[in-house]
């Protein structure tokens, strides 16, 4: 308004001045009021409007095409690291992350779901979720070409508010519970392999009392002879549930690394001179093979010893055909510190050596029980190694023996 007003000042002032004059002249007011008017109206209309004063002019909506929603969810997914297909209403498949062609391999986008997951629990529970449009899960094992245990999941990918005419789009995932499958059978093993091992124990002393209290009952000889087995039933339920409470305890503590300064040198000696009976006994000679100064290394005093105890124990007990125990303290410079204890016995058949740490695991049940083995010493060794960042190496040769080494 302002802006045709200023244009229009000059047409105005002299519109009005000629009025005025024509008033003053002795004219009609009223005709000269008329024609004034008249005359500016005329200018108004000639005078165009100033564009910020231009009539609206109605916006055209056109509808839009419905916005293809595949690129934003393929974008989502390939940020996770479980496999997840995209699949059409037809179960074709649109489109994989990166951890789906990982592990199932690259797919071609439009194929059917089919031709990659054959499983017919797959299919019908994909088949089902279309139909009914409801979330489903099923768990699926493989076998090929590796043992893989998934929750599998399906829902449909609901659309964005104002998207509602988008082509539905369904999104199958894969949830790897593989570990905690193994997880659970480990420790379904452990009781079953804890509790057999309590039970014979058990049942030899229920039996030797029920003789004990019935035929035996004024046996003299009887009782010392059943009394010694029992006895000895007894020491080997003890040292069971010892591994086990020392296992307990270890587990509980696996994530805390030790931060004392050990020297092995005086420990090894310790530990060899604790085993000195056991070793006349077999008619094994310990051989001390040491650096003459310190030996230094991070650890737990008391679990070095029940490694290093566990090591030359069972090299003495199962080696003892080869009359020698050789143990190796190695500091070299700019090398790991090593610990290895060598016997000459009949050595590990090579199958049996990765399972050697394994709980109750035994290369001959007999011989473990007749030597008196609760089957947990390596899992112990494992589990206290574990917890000092170091390993155990197993080396062993039918009829030439075994090389336990021990590297911090």
Same mark, same amino acid.
């Given at each position: 308004?302002?802006?045709?007003? *200023? ?9 009005? !001045? ?22 500016? !109206? ?24 419905? #916005?293809?929603? %595949? ?6 997914? +390939? ?24 592990? @199932? ?9 089919? +031709? /990659? %997951? ?24 493989? /076998? ?15 659309? +964005? ?36 091992? %309590? ?8 039996? @030797? ?21 029992? @006895? ?39 530990? /060899? ?13 310990? #051989? ?75 290369? *001959? ?21 574990? /917890? ?21």
């Amino acid at each position: 308004m302002r802006e045709r007003l *200023s244009r229009l000042w000059l047409v105005l002032a002299t519109v009005t !001045l000629m009025a005025a004059l024509a008033a003053m002249a002795g004219l009609d007011v009223s005709l000269v009021a008329i024609g004034w008017l008249l005359v500016v !109206l005329s200018a108004w209309s000639v005078v165009p409007a100033a564009p910020d004063e231009a009539e609206p002019v109605a916006a055209i909506i056109e509808p839009h095409a419905p #916005r293809d929603p %595949l690129p934003d969810v393929a974008a989502a997914f +390939a940020a996770l690291d479980m496999p997840v297909f995209v699949l059409a209403a037809d179960a074709n498949v649109l489109c994989q992350n990166p951890a789906a062609e990982k592990s @199932f391999g690259s797919i071609t986008p439009g194929m059917h779901l089919s +031709a /990659r %997951l054959r499983s017919p629990g797959i299919l019908d529970m994909v088949r089902e979720t279309i139909v009914t449009d409801q979330p489903n899960q099923i768990e699926h094992s493989e /076998r090929h070409p590796s043992e893989r245990v998934y929750i599998i999941r399906i829902a449909p990918i609901e659309p +964005a508010k104002g998207e509602g005419d988008m082509p539905r789009l369904y999104a199958l995932s894969f949830r790897d519970i593989s570990e905690l499958r193994r997880i659970d059978r480990m420790r379904s093993d452990f009781v079953a392999n804890a509790s057999h091992e %309590l039970r014979t124990p058990l049942a030899s002393l229920r039996g @030797f009392i029920e003789t004990l209290q019935g035929p035996a009952k004024g046996d003299v000889a009887a009782h010392e002879r059943f009394l010694g087995i029992m @006895f000895e039933q007894a020491t080997r339920m003890s040292r069971l549930v010892d591994d086990l409470l020392s296992l307990s305890r270890l587990e509980l503590k696996s994530h805390i690394a030790p931060s004392q300064r050990v020297d092995l040198v005086p420990l090894v000696g310790h530990v /060899r001179d604790s085993l000195l009976p056991l070793a006349q006994e077999l008619g094994i000679e310990i #051989r001390m093979h040491l650096p003459a100064g310190k030996v230094e290394v991070t650890g737990d005093r008391d679990e070095l010893v029940q490694v290093i105890e566990n090591l030359m124990e069972n090299a003495c007990k199962y080696g003892q055909e080869g009359g020698f125990v050789d143990v190796h303290l190695r500091n070299e410079p700019g090398q790991p510190v090593e610990l290895s204890v060598v016997d000459r016995g009949p050595g590990i058949p090579a199958e049996h050596v990765p399972r050697l740490t394994e709980r109750f695991y035994r290369v *001959s049940v007999a011989d473990s029980r007749s030597k008196k083995g609760t089957g947990l010493g390596l899992a112990i060794v494992k589990h206290i190694l574990t /917890r000092h960042r170091a390993r155990l190496i197993v080396k062993s040769e039918l009829g030439k023996g075994t090389d336990f080494t021990v590297r911090f």
